[in-house]
């Protein structure tokens, strides 16, 4: 996902845990965040709930990625903006994106 966002000019940050997010999350406030739900240690559910914390973060489009068939209301009652299904359908994804940076840029 990285290369693909790098790909076409996104400035990416891709982390290997959701707690090195967490701990840079004063300092850095992306216009969006891809976050796989599955992750040890804190899943993605947690690292959204932390992230929607923030008044950067009640801003930022959150969106869940996950192999596990969730619903659409356990991921937006967790805080996420959208689900993203493995394996991604990279051409929706960038839809997601131009919409969130269109919207940023108003």
Sequence with gaps: L???????CYQVLALSSAVEAAELLPRFAPHMAVLDLGMPVMDGFALCKLLRQGSEGRRMHIVALSGRDYTNAEVKEAGFDRLFLKPLDWLTLKVELARVVAKREI
């Design 2 to 8: 990285e290369r693909l966002l790098l790909k076409e």
